[in-house]
């Protein structure tokens, strides 16, 4: 067990719609790292948060947004949602956000399909 | 940029053997840690080992271990008396200050390693 807490496990939805992913980081961690993995893109780096404060972007669309909260719990929102937003989502977190030598701690993930 | 180069898309091997899953990475960065994971099918991400930029020596944990050459840019994981539950998808993947400063993972397309009975 990674500590790391995501929910839903599974989500359902169909296209146009909007959902909330949330994820509750390692007791102590401060960074908050969202993943997207698809079977055409592979595990993609998405946003990332530290302490509360947006520290980078990846391949972030437009359509999607994301917090961290004051009690560290990060929730990812996607709207407008298209067939192609069908993957898994992991949250994965860390104590640091400038440390090279520590791993990632990653979530089971949210499995969202889109139809 | 960072890249992480996985060249195996998939990999046999029999059980009790030893196994080398493959890794190249790209960075300008002088510091970095690479990492490996496993994805077995029930879908989480599981931190296997870790090697520094640093790191003299190779990293060993178990029965995993780390053949890191510097100058080649390579960090290829063994896997020594490969068991059926090592059967998954392994990641190699990458931390490093990039231009966001955001010391993220980036990750390899990965290598789905099946253990034959």
């Known amino acids: 067990d990674s500590g790391v807490t995501q929910t839903p496990k599974h989500l359902i939805t169909a296209t146009g719609q909007r959902v909330t992913l949330r994820c509750s980081p390692r007791?102590?961690?401060?960074?908050v790292y969202w993943y997207q993995q698809s079977l055409d893109q592979g595990l993609q780096f998405l946003i990332h948060?530290?302490?509360?404060?947006?520290?980078a972007k990846g391949n972030i669309l437009e359509r999607f947004s994301a917090q961290q909260f004051p009690d560290l719990h990060s929730e990812l929102n996607l709207s407008s949602l298209e067939l192609g937003d069908s993957a898994l989502y992991f949250c994965a977190s860390s104590l640091m956000d400038t440390s090279y030598n520590s791993p990632l701690h990653f979530g089971n993930g949210t499995r969202l399909t889109v139809t | 940029a960072q890249k992480i180069t996985q060249t195996q898309p998939g990999m046999f091997v029999q059980e009790k053997e030893a196994v080398t899953l493959d890794c190249t990475y790209d960075?300008?960065?002088?510091?970095?840690?690479l990492f490996w994971y496993k994805q077995p099918s029930s879908g989480e991400m599981i931190f296997l080992i870790y090697q520094g930029s640093y790191d003299q020596q190779n990293a060993t944990e178990g029965r995993y271990s780390l053949n890191f050459q510097k100058a080649r840019k390579s960090a290829n994981l063994v896997i020594s008396a490969s068991q059926l539950g090592d059967s998954a998808m392994y990641f190699c993947a990458m931390r490093a200050q990039g231009e966001a400063g955001s010391y993220q993972l980036t990750f390899g397309k990965g290598t789905k390693l099946s253990v034959i009975p």
């Open positions: 948060y530290y302490n509360g404060e947006e520290r």
């Open positions: 960075t300008s960065d002088p510091s970095y840690g």
């Open positions: 007791s102590g961690d401060l960074s």
